[in-house]
């Protein structure tokens, strides 16, 4: 059945190809533009990096991104993966009613996810600012990390908790020594995916942070509704190159996992 | 065993306050007049046909988002079908860099656009030095349109693409076998296998086109505001939050709706537009 | 009641409303290989767990050693288990599967390097000692399995179904080895299984369960061959199971002939199960006092004919060496000794 690509294919491929990576080609070449205007090419230069180096408020910006996904990446694989094993040996009727909570997020829109949390910490009367904007962010990351760990708990030998009680480990060891080491694949890309997650957010943040504090995508959002900056182009080839290392250590992880299955 | 069930504890405490009251927080101020009392009214402003501003609003979110889902799976289909039929040695790279766009920031993406687009931009810029017209898509619906597609494309490659390539080989051969061609075996064998993967692609493209407000604010300027824009400005400009939530009430029945309605034809296959990796 | 090492007393177990084991009184003996034999959702597995800790009875008590063990721990009982799908660790490599149990008990590296090595030798599997669990063949993870429970030196080993997943040829192979090593470690093997021959080829002692009850205790030569009713006949080997009548002592009718048997204690014609292994009836010329019949059909199975005779309104599963053409016209004989009465079970146990 298998046939070459048709030359008709390979077109059309390139063609789609291009539609997606050209935006991001451009964007990253005018990063090394000397010229501000995007018409002309005014010769490679660094510059953009060094003025997006040296704007504070983008510098204060990163900080807050980095350490929000750092803070909830580890807060939401914690919570997240006990959640799992918590909901896995639930009863039924349990373990349908807090999956179906933790997939409300997922479900729902940003935007409606962001207000929700904006209403709720009105209420509690709490100041928007780093803390609201970190419980947000957990919110949204939990769902992600029990989607990841979940498939490998229901993958994990129904006994192999009961062969290490066996041995002679307690139940806590046994949890710690084996279940733990057994789903880990499933932690390093909930973990992952938090991170990412975490980072590439816009809309929950926009509406749950405050008090002067920003991310990178509000910076990003402020700077693009007054006009185009380059320094914009700079960070875009940034996190481009961030975003695709992590998601290749993904992918390089699951495939090597599974060509160690198929051994 | 049973006492690793305490282990989802913290997360229902959590799951109960961060998920579950702020959506019955959002009910409870959809149903608040601006004195804090019982009333209906920001439901009924919102559904006011003698004055339908606002169901323009989500009229027009609802057309875009339709639109861009459609050219989404006439793009992305071929595009997934192409990818599946691949030997397996190149298809897991060509297939993860035909998704990985979608992982690089959204508002970057959309942002890509405003500097190809503007009228001072890339390509108006090109058009000018080659002595032609320059083409004014910026702030149109055809901007926004565009956005959406750009931006959500790989949502549609990625599930049909994780249905067709798990159709098993022997099923074609066995429609070959009794005398489909090609093309009888695509309309009455790969297409009806691949539709769990083009609900879930439609799913995962029409509901964050109808709800956005970025794409909208960025490329389609004040005049092409979504309901995702009435809902920010709700909160962000007037404070009036009885309104804001009553919409998002909507909002969010209007995308519960849609995915029941989507679950049902999911659930026969195992919901392959679950993993995005 | 020396050698006894494990004791079952009047152990039930309900899941809610479900009553899985009914009252089971069993002794194990030191160093015997004993089998739980039955079709699926009979209790066996469930008996087995009880032992193991896995799992605690609604009632009763089980002793090991002379000590009640009710309330101890899996993790504290002296014995290991290897699980029906091997259930190895997949983030350890062979050795250091091998070593857990005695990592645990803090064994010193250099003994555990020792015992490991021994193990590996004892299933064949020296030099694996690196490779990854998930890169082995079933067989290979079986092996593993054991030797991971065996390199703690239990006093019992229970296997719960361990060759189901195996193909056939790698069974028998296990089988023969598995036995070997429990002659040559001298412990006990608690064995569960719903594989009869399995069952006979490697068992001192047989227990057949059916619906949560032990149906019969004994010898595989004696459960095959005084098998205690109708279940136990059919479920170990084939067997016609035919409705007869028991005249008198030593006397009964059934296919509308009367038999000497050697059984007795029944009521005057009292009704019964006559049980009668296929390999036991001889064919011969028809004659007025045996059953006759038609050899309805035939089929090669190896080593025997399997053929259906046909006499009134029942069938006779028979196997024989000799073919006989479909058509012909048949005697069944059979000695008194090959026929067995059962008592009619009662209906609600079936």
Redesign the interface.
């Known amino acids: 059945?298998?046939?070459k690509?048709s030359p008709l294919?390979l077109i059309?491929?390139l063609l789609?190809?291009v539609?997606?990576?050209a935006?991001?080609a451009?964007?990253i070449i005018?990063s090394f533009n000397a010229s501000k205007?995007?018409?002309?090419w005014g010769g490679f230069s660094l510059k953009w990096y060094a003025e997006l180096f040296s704007n504070k408020d983008i510098m204060q910006a990163l900080i807050t991104t980095l350490s929000i996904a750092v803070i909830s990446a580890v807060v939401s694989v914690v919570?997240?993966t006990?959640?799992a094993?918590?909901?896995?040996?639930?009863r039924r009727r349990?373990k349908a009613l807090?999956t179906g909570?933790?997939n409300?997020?997922m479900?729902?829109?940003?935007?409606?996810?962001g207000?929700?949390?904006?209403?709720?910490f009105i209420?509690l009367k709490l100041d928007l600012g780093y803390v609201t904007l970190l419980?947000?962010h957990?919110?949204f990351n939990?769902p992600y990390v029990?989607?990841s760990v979940m498939p490998k708990l229901r993958q994990l030998?129904?006994?192999?908790?009961?062969?290490?009680?066996?041995?002679?480990?307690?139940?806590l060891?046994?949890?710690f020594s084996?279940i733990i080491?057994?789903i880990?694949p499933g932690i390093v890309?909930g973990a992952i995916?938090a991170f990412?997650m975490s980072?590439?957010d816009?809309?929950i943040s926009f509406?749950t942070t405050g008090g002067g504090v920003s991310t990178?995508?509000i910076e990003?959002?402020t700077m693009?509704?007054r006009g185009?900056k380059p320094e914009?182009?700079a960070?875009?080839a940034i996190?481009?190159l961030v975003?695709?290392t992590l998601?290749l250590i993904?992918?390089i992880r699951?495939?090597k996992v599974e060509k160690?299955?198929e051994? | 065993m049973k006492k690793f069930r305490i282990a989802a504890l913290p997360f229902a405490v959590y799951a109960g306050i961060f998920i579950v009251a702020p959506i019955v927080l959002i009910f409870m101020y959809s149903f608040q007049g601006a004195g804090g009392d019982f009333t209906l009214e920001n439901f009924t402003r919102f559904f006011n046909f003698s004055d339908p501003t606002y169901l323009k609003v989500l009229w027009r979110s609802i057309y875009l988002a339709a639109i861009s889902t459609v050219i989404c799976l006439l793009l992305g289909y071929p595009m997934a079908y192409i990818l599946s039929r691949l030997p397996n040695r190149v298809r897991g790279i060509l297939s993860f860099l035909f998704v990985l766009p979608m992982w690089m920031n959204f508002l970057l993406r959309t942002y890509a656009w405003m500097t190809l687009l503007e009228r001072t931009g890339i390509i108006n810029t090109f058009l000018t030095n080659l002595g032609l017209p320059t083409w004014d898509i910026m702030y149109t619906q055809g901007a926004v349109i565009l956005g959406n597609v750009y931006n959500f494309l790989p949502f549609m490659i990625l599930p049909i693409y994780n249905v067709l390539v798990k159709i098993d080989k022997s099923v074609l051969e066995a429609s070959a076998d009794l005398g489909g061609d090609s093309g009888v075996t695509f309309r009455k064998v790969i297409l009806p296998l691949s539709i769990p993967g083009v609900i879930s692609g439609i799913s995962m493209t029409f509901m964050p086109a109808v709800t956005t407000f970025v794409i909208s604010k960025l490329l389609g300027g004040g005049q092409n505001a979504l309901i995702g824009d009435l809902i920010e400005n709700q909160f962000k400009v007037t404070g009036d939050w009885g309104f804001g939530s009553a919409m998002s009430v909507v909002l969010m029945i209007l995308i519960l709706g849609a995915m029941q309605i989507m679950q049902r034809y999911e659930d026969e296959n195992d919901g392959s537009g679950g993993v995005l990796l | 009641m020396k050698d006894n090492l494990i004791r079952l007393e009047n152990i039930s177990m309900s899941y809610g409303e479900k009553q899985v084991l009914k009252s089971i009184n069993l002794d194990v003996r030191d160093k015997e290989f004993i089998t739980f034999l039955g079709p699926s959702g009979c209790g066996k597995t469930t008996t087995l767990r009880i032992i193991g800790g896995f799992e605690h009875q609604t009632s009763g008590n089980v002793y090991f050693d002379g000590q009640l063990i009710n309330d101890v721990p899996p993790h504290k009982r002296q014995l290991n288990t290897v699980f029906q799908k091997y259930a190895l660790f997949t983030h350890l490599n062979v050795y250091d599967n091998i070593a857990f149990g005695l990592r645990i008990s803090k064994t010193p590296e250099h003994e555990i390097k020792e015992r490991v090595q021994k193990m590996l030798s004892m299933v064949n599997l020296s030099g694996y000692e690196k490779r990854a669990v998930v890169s082995l063949s079933g067989g290979e993870q079986q092996r593993i399995a054991i030797a991971r429970a065996l390199v703690n030196h239990p006093r019992v080993l229970l296997l719960d179904e361990p060759l189901g997943a195996l193909d056939l040829k790698l069974r028998k192979e296990m089988q023969t080895e598995l036995k070997a090593i429990q002659q040559a470690l001298g412990i006990t093997f608690i064995f569960v299984t719903h594989d009869q021959e399995e069952a006979l080829t490697m068992s001192d002692t047989v227990v057949v369960m059916k619906g949560g009850k032990i149906q019969q205790i004994g010898t595989p030569i004696g459960i095959y061959n005084e098998p205690v009713n109708a279940f136990v006949a059919d479920f170990i080997g084939e067997s016609n199971i035919i409705d007869g009548i028991m005249n008198e002592d030593y006397v009964c009718t059934f296919g509308g002939k009367t038999f000497d048997c050697t059984d007795c204690g029944f009521a005057k014609n009292e009704p019964v199960d006559v049980v009668i292994r296929p390999e036991d009836f001889r064919m011969v010329m028809p004659r007025e006092e045996i059953i006759c019949g038609i050899v309805e059909n035939i089929v090669f199975k190896g080593v025997h004919y399997e053929m259906h005779v046909k006499s009134g309104d029942i069938t006779y599963l028979v196997h024989s060496t000799i073919p006989e053409v479909v058509g012909t016209f048949v005697g069944l004989e059979v000695e008194p000794f090959d026929i067995h009465i059962m008592k009619k079970s009662k209906p609600e146990e079936n």
């Open positions: 059945m298998k046939k690509l294919s059309y491929s789609i190809f539609f997606l990576y935006p991001i451009v964007l005018y205007s995007r018409g002309t919570i997240g006990a959640a094993v918590g909901i896995y040996y639930s349990t807090l909570i933790s409300i997020p479900i729902n829109a940003d935007i409606v996810t207000i929700s949390l904006l209403l709720l209420f419980l947000s957990i919110t939990i029990i989607l030998d129904k006994n192999a908790f009961e062969a290490a009680i066996d041995l002679g480990a307690t139940p060891r046994a949890f084996v080491p057994e880990s890309t995916l990412t980072i590439d816009f809309v509406f990178l995508s990003i959002y693009a509704k185009i914009i182009n960070l875009s996190m481009f975003v695709m998601l993904v992918n699951s495939s160690k299955k051994r």
